[in-house]
């Protein structure tokens, strides 16, 4: 099986800027084999697409919701996927969720209020 931690949420002003990490680890499979995405869910609202990139990190996908503020990028030497956040919305208040191939981190809270 594959484990996914994110780390990186907190509480941030109106904004302000966040990066997230998500560190990949696992016996059988190998990080840059599989595409990687974000997720975010807000209370009492249904899980959404953030971002997504490729194998290779050559093709990028974001909602429209956050284009332009959020990047998505990948390390994969060091197993590990990233999602900076700028500019900064309450809108953006979310528990957030990485993927890797059908394995999904437990989340981590972004709050942006002031």
């Known amino acids: 099986q594959v484990q996914l931690v994110e780390s990186g949420g907190g509480l941030v002003q109106p904004g302000g800027s966040l990066r997230l990490s998500c560190a990949a680890s696992g016996r059988t499979f190998t990080f840059s084999s599989y595409g990687a995405s974000w997720f975010r869910q807000a209370p009492g609202k249904a899980r959404e697409f953030v971002a997504s990139?490729?194998?290779?990190?050559?093709?990028?996908s974001y909602a429209d919701s956050v284009k332009g503020r959020f990047t998505i990028s990948r390390d994969n030497a060091k197993n590990t996927m990233f999602l900076q956040m700028n500019s900064l919305k309450p809108e953006d208040t979310a528990v957030y969720y990485c993927?890797?191939?059908?394995?999904w981190g437990q989340g981590t809270q972004v709050t942006v209020s002031s």
């Open positions: 990139m490729n194998w290779s990190g050559g093709s990028t």
């Open positions: 993927r890797l191939h059908v394995y």
